[in-house]
T-cell receptor, first 113, second 117 residues
Framework: DQQVKQNSPSLSVQEGRISILNCDYTNSMFDYFLWYKKYPAEGPTFLISISSIKDKNEDGRFTVFLNKSAKHLSLHIVPSQPGDSAVYFCAASAANAGNMLTFGGGTRLMVKP | DAGVIQSPRHEVTEMGQEVTLRCKPISGHDYLFWYRQTMMRGLELLIYFNNNVPIDDSGMPEDRFSAKMPNASFSTLKIQPSEPRDSAVYFC???????????????FGPGTRLTVL
């Protein structure tokens, strides 16, 4: 059973608009959440993270929101740019599980010019 | 630093053949991870090493899969015999710490795309 789920396999957004990527998790012991970005033929690269003691973390155009009661997090990209087109992976870790990363299935974002 | 290096980038083989994937982590990183990416299961952790010692191999799918790290700068993931369902992209990652923290992160290689016919 997948503990981290990204229910939207793909998302298409117009340049300049907001992109919202969603992620749900089931393990209440997860206490650290991350987003990775992956371009074709490259490995995933770390984008932004959030600790469970926070509900928001912002870095430039990227903001991650965490709703612990709903076991839901989201990544907002504003404004979206064509260069943001990639696959985005949500990941989570739990200190009591050795801090291993559990990844979601990924969402392919396409930003149209 | 050149980052995490993986070879080959692409591998096509026939069912039953042995496949060996290679990884060179970033110099100075104590942790090395092997992941597999498939459409059905996304990114799965197969095994990780700390200071060349395998710590957790619970993600290794079957006995056909084995991984070694003979020294701090080299690791291999071997599949013997290979099967069509092993077709996937295999990533190697390394880090200073076991997991991403505020001050550190896992750095991924470009991956090896394996196709077993």
């Amino acid at each position: 059973d997948q503990q981290v789920k990204q229910n939207s396999p793909s998302l298409s957004v117009q340049e300049g608009r907001i992109s919202i990527l969603n992620c749900d998790y089931t393990n209440s012991m997860f206490d650290y959440f991350l987003w990775y970005k992956k371009y074709p033929a490259e490995g995933p690269t770390f984008l932004i993270s959030i600790s469970s003691i926070k509900d928001k973390n912002e870095d430039g155009r990227f903001t991650v929101f965490l709703n612990k009661s709903a076991k839901h997090l989201s990544l907002h990209i504003v404004p979206s740019q064509p260069g943001d087109s990639a696959v985005y992976f949500c990941a989570a870790s739990a200190a009591n599980a050795g801090n291993m990363l559990t990844f979601g299935g990924g969402t392919r974002l396409m930003v149209k010019p | 630093d050149a980052g995490v290096i993986q070879s080959p980038r692409h591998e096509v083989t026939e069912m039953g053949q042995e496949v060996t994937l290679r990884c060179k982590p970033i110099s100075g990183h104590d942790y090395l991870f092997w992941y597999r990416q498939t459409m059905m299961r996304g990114l799965e952790l197969l095994i990780y090493f700390n200071n060349n010692v395998p710590i957790d191999d619970s993600g290794m799918p079957e006995d056909r899969f084995s991984a070694k790290m003979p020294n701090a700068s080299f690791s291999t993931l071997k599949i013997q015999p290979s099967e069509p369902r092993d077709s996937a992209v295999y990533f190697c990652a390394s880090s200073l710490a076991r997991v991403v923290t505020i001050t550190d992160t896992q750095y991924f290689g470009p991956g090896t795309r394996l196709t077993v016919l």
